[in-house]
């Protein structure tokens, strides 16, 4: 009698189960790669010329001054909703993860992502670059490496050739403070794993500090870090040394969801692409994240950091 009502909850389970399956949905449930391969419409690729938006949401990663870009991004806002006709409200995300989460779940409309941070979300999440920084009047940047000034490291072949230094850098996930000067050491033949003791200090300003305190050998920045210091230390050229400089790193974009409609896409970037005749708002994205210009972008112009990235997760991998 007990098996025989066993295998009538049993199959009662099954019934429940195949029910629920039945119920959810085609979001919930499946890749929209897999679901475009299978011959049927994906629901995030279901956006259309017509579709409508009543809010745009616009993620930030803190800069240097996390505590000030919230009131730093008010005139950006004020002037998007004036030219896009909706409202535009910033938001400041904790990490790059909360930023590309929120691109995928169509929380966030619109984020300011570094090289790498877009490489990630562009296969995570599937957002689209619209435009990219342009800074010094070049759509591309350098990482620099940096030592004392007294330091007897004179070139990044001296780097690799001296084991067991200090290297202080921002953040594993920074395109210039780590992904291409670990790439450009390891392909130089230095073990990532052994040849030296990191010091990870969460931002480009504190890798300067880490050298002026005497607790690193050297630092990778974006070019040139040491000038956010220069306020509290006149002398921070002077005591620190630039001794060698990475391969051109494509400038910071700014990419939208990818399943919002074209007509939308072309909107925003044909907003952002005005303020270069706008003096004002070019002074803005200056003070947001250092911004003098704007250009349009492509996916294939980050083609160089997916390269970077794939040689530096076999680094990590040996």
């Given at each position: 009698?007990?098996?025989?009502?066993?295998s009538?909850?049993?199959?009662?389970?099954?019934?429940?189960?195949?029910?629920?399956?039945?119920g959810?949905?085609?979001?919930e449930?499946?890749?929209?790669v897999?679901?475009?391969?299978?011959?049927?419409?994906?629901?995030?690729?279901t956006?259309?010329?017509?579709?409508?938006?009543t809010?745009?949401?616009m993620?930030?990663i803190?800069?240097?001054?996390a505590?000030?870009?919230?009131?730093t991004?008010k005139?950006?806002?004020?002037?998007?909703?004036?030219?896009?006709?909706v409202?535009v409200?910033?938001?400041?995300?904790?990490?790059f993860?909360?930023?590309?989460?929120?691109?995928?779940?169509?929380?966030?409309?619109?984020?300011?992502?570094?090289?790498?941070?877009?490489?990630?979300?562009?296969?995570?999440?599937?957002?689209?670059v619209?435009?990219?920084a342009?800074r010094?009047g070049?759509?591309?940047y350098?990482?620099q490496?940096?030592?004392?000034?007294?330091?007897?490291?004179?070139?990044?072949?001296?780097?690799?050739?001296?084991?067991?230094?200090?290297?202080?850098?921002a953040?594993?996930?920074?395109?210039?403070?780590?992904?291409?000067?670990a790439?450009q050491?390891a392909?130089?033949?230095?073990?990532?794993t052994?040849?030296?003791?990191?010091?990870?200090?969460?931002?480009?300003?504190?890798?300067?500090?880490?050298?002026?305190?005497g607790q690193?050998?050297?630092?990778?920045?974006?070019?040139?870090?040491?000038?956010?210091?220069?306020?509290d230390?006149?002398?921070?050229k002077?005591?620190?040394k630039?001794i060698?400089?990475?391969?051109p790193?494509?400038?910071?974009?700014?990419?939208?969801?990818g399943?919002?409609?074209?007509e939308?896409k072309q909107?925003?970037?044909?907003?952002?692409?005005a303020?270069?005749?706008?003096?004002?708002?070019?002074?803005v994205?200056?003070?947001?994240?250092?911004?003098?210009?704007i250009?349009?972008?492509?996916?294939?112009?980050?083609?160089?950091?997916?390269?970077?990235?794939?040689?530096?997760?076999?680094?990590?991998a040996n």
């Amino acid at each position: 009698m007990k098996k025989t009502l066993l295998s009538i909850f049993m199959l009662m389970m099954l019934v429940a189960l195949a029910a629920c399956g039945a119920g959810t949905t085609d979001e919930e449930t499946t890749d929209p790669v897999e679901t475009e391969e299978a011959g049927e419409a994906a629901p995030e690729e279901t956006a259309t010329e017509g579709e409508e938006i009543t809010e745009i949401r616009m993620g930030f990663i803190p800069s240097q001054e996390a505590d000030k870009i919230a009131d730093t991004v008010k005139p950006l806002e004020e002037k998007l909703t004036e030219i896009l006709g909706v409202p535009v409200r910033a938001e400041v995300m904790i990490d790059f993860v909360g930023l590309v989460e929120g691109m995928r779940t169509g929380q966030i409309d619109i984020g300011f992502l570094n090289p790498f941070g877009f490489v990630q979300a562009e296969n995570r999440a599937n957002v689209e670059v619209l435009v990219k920084a342009i800074r010094r009047g070049e759509d591309s940047y350098v990482a620099q490496y940096v030592a004392p000034a007294d330091s007897e490291l004179e070139s990044i072949e001296d780097i690799v050739n001296t084991p067991g230094l200090v290297w202080a850098y921002a953040d594993t996930l920074s395109t210039s403070g780590y992904l291409f000067p670990a790439s450009q050491l390891a392909d130089m033949g230095a073990d990532l794993t052994t040849h030296f003791s990191p010091l990870v200090v969460g931002g480009h300003d504190n890798a300067i500090l880490a050298l002026i305190d005497g607790q690193a050998d050297f630092a990778t920045t974006f070019d040139d870090a040491r000038d956010v210091l220069e306020g509290d230390y006149p002398d921070v050229k002077e005591r620190l040394k630039v001794i060698g400089y990475t391969e051109p790193i494509p400038n910071d974009t700014l990419s939208v969801r990818g399943d919002m409609s074209d007509e939308w896409k072309q909107k925003i970037k044909e907003a952002f692409l005005a303020f270069n005749d706008d003096e004002e708002m070019i002074a803005v994205m200056n003070e947001v994240y250092t911004w003098d210009g704007i250009a349009e972008a492509a996916s294939a112009d980050y083609d160089v950091v997916r390269a970077v990235f794939e040689k530096f997760e076999e680094d990590l991998a040996n």
